[in-house]
């Protein structure tokens, strides 16, 4: 493992002990709310549910199917709209109005929208992820494509290279770092959208956990959802962090050659 990574991982596994620890003592020798129960007993209540209980398969499995397929989409779309808009000056002047009015509108407003088009199964769900999720992914990629450096173009079509080739070959390595930005934006969006729709005509998730132990006064298991919550984000981050740096080692390099 890089020597970063352990540091990085060091760090905040140290900052998360130091909280913990410093949460436990606030709870048990200077606070009496009940909504603050101490970090030991969600800790129990996170390992009753999660590990040895059924939580996995009734709240984790079903949020995350939900959450993977509305992001998946809005990467997808949002990378191949973003080339074309970025690439076609016309389809941007024309489209560009449309998608900034897509923009402007808080995307747990349309929750209601997409359940009456898409009724109340996990569709309405994952298109509403993917609604909040695209935005990022869609304007920097658009951004980025637009921005590549003519020369590098020229140079390709001086060479005979077709526009698929070129695209595939030059804009896409040239814009993937922006794209990677954005799909980490995009990344927490999805998963506060996850929960959100997870909060109206669910059955099962993490949100519905979350909501249902909110509604019945379960403060411990309340906390502990979000505890899962908090650390399949984490974990995700990570892994997009992980892919990033594979994926990316060369433009790490570019910039190390360049003392950047």
């Known amino acids: 493992m890089d020597v970063a990574i352990r540091t990085r991982a060091l760090q905040w596994i140290s900052a998360i002990v130091v909280l913990l620890i410093a949460g436990e003592m606030w709870t048990r020798f200077a606070s009496d709310s009940i909504f603050f129960p101490q970090p030991s007993e969600v800790i129990e209540a996170s390992w009753d549910r999660y590990i040895v209980g059924s939580g996995i398969s009734e709240d984790v499995l079903p949020s995350l199917w939900r959450f993977t397929r509305g992001w998946w989409l809005a990467v997808a779309f949002g990378i191949a709209v973003g080339l074309l808009l970025g690439l076609v000056p016309m389809a941007k002047a024309f489209v560009n109005p449309l998608i900034q009015f897509g923009r402007a509108i808080p995307p747990p407003l349309v929750l209601g929208a997409f359940l009456i088009l898409f009724g109340t199964d996990d569709a309405p769900k994952v298109f509403l992820i993917a609604f909040g999720s695209v935005w990022p992914v869609l304007f920097n990629t658009m951004a980025a494509a637009a921005s590549v450096h003519p020369a590098a173009v020229d140079t390709a079509r001086a060479f005979g290279k077709s526009r698929s080739t070129i695209i595939t070959k030059v804009t896409l390595p040239s814009i993937a770092p922006q794209i990677v930005a954005g799909m980490k934006v995009s990344l927490s969006i999805g998963l506060i959208l996850m929960v959100l729709t997870e909060f109206v005509g669910a059955r099962d998730g993490l949100g519905f ?28 981050n990570v892994v997009l962090i992980l892919v990033e740096r594979r994926a990316l080692a060369w433009h790490r390099g570019q910039k190390g050659q360049l003392g950047v």
Do not use: K, P
């Open 209 to 236: 956990a979350l909501i249902r132990a909110q509604r019945s006064f379960a403060l411990v298991d309340m906390w502990a959802s979000l505890l899962v919550l908090a650390i399949l984000g984490l974990m995700m």
